[in-house]
């Protein structure tokens, strides 16, 4: 049984084992090149950005007009498309029907056929927040009275990310010509992120801009 055991011993081929050892020191220096091309990583103080709530106004695919949503938080600042950051609110997009909805690639334009407008919420400051939205311009084609314009479906929701999804509130409205103004949500924050007060009471904010 010995003689077996040594033979079996024998038959291991040091070849391997120097190849073993050479796959790890590869893995570590490769896992060392990659912190070194990313410096920021080691970085304790970098924090990546984040959502608390994630406010979605939307219009029907290929709409070629433009819609604008306008927040406003508990400390009065406004979120707008030349005012994308106040408080703690982002505008993450300023979509303009079928304006910047076009990317030439290799010779080709793709066209993405999403109408929406996205303001995020950093962190959960306490107050009131009221989120409208705008026809700002109309571009229906043939277009004899701009101020006329096509009537368009909207949808608004607002999503509460942390800790887990949940839809607070969702609706659609109608704005009916370029220049109405439609509040579409407005809810209160209390100091540990809870939503209360959810309404529509009219509020402007685009007016006074």
């Not at 979605?56 to 030349?82: A, K």
Request: with cysteine.
């Amino acid at each position: 049984m010995r003689k077996g055991r040594h033979a079996r011993e024998a038959e291991v081929d040091p070849f391997y084992d120097m190849l073993f050892n050479m796959l790890i020191a590869f893995v570590f220096c490769f896992i060392i090149a990659l912190l070194a091309m990313n410096p920021k990583a080691l970085k304790s103080g970098d924090v990546p950005a984040k959502a608390e709530f994630i406010i979605t106004l939307s219009w029907p695919d290929n709409d070629p007009n433009d819609l604008d949503l306008w927040g406003q938080g508990p400390s009065g600042e406004v979120v707008w498309f030349r005012s994308r950051e106040a408080d703690l609110m982002h505008l993450d997009r300023d979509d303009r029907g079928t304006s910047n909805d076009s990317v030439v690639v290799n010779g080709r334009t793709l066209i993405n056929p999403l109408n929406q407008e996205v303001i995020t919420l950093r962190g959960t400051a306490p107050g009131e927040y009221t989120f409208n939205a705008q026809y700002y311009e109309n571009k229906q084609q043939p277009n004899p009275d701009p101020n006329a314009g096509q009537a368009v479906q909207t949808t608004i929701t607002v999503i509460k990310v942390n800790p887990k999804a949940e839809v607070v509130y969702y609706a659609q409205n109608t704005l009916a010509r370029p220049g109405q103004e439609l509040t579409l949500v407005r809810f209160s924050l209390t100091a540990d992120g809870a939503v209360r007060e959810i309404g529509t009471t009219p509020k402007q904010l685009a007016r006074a801009f």
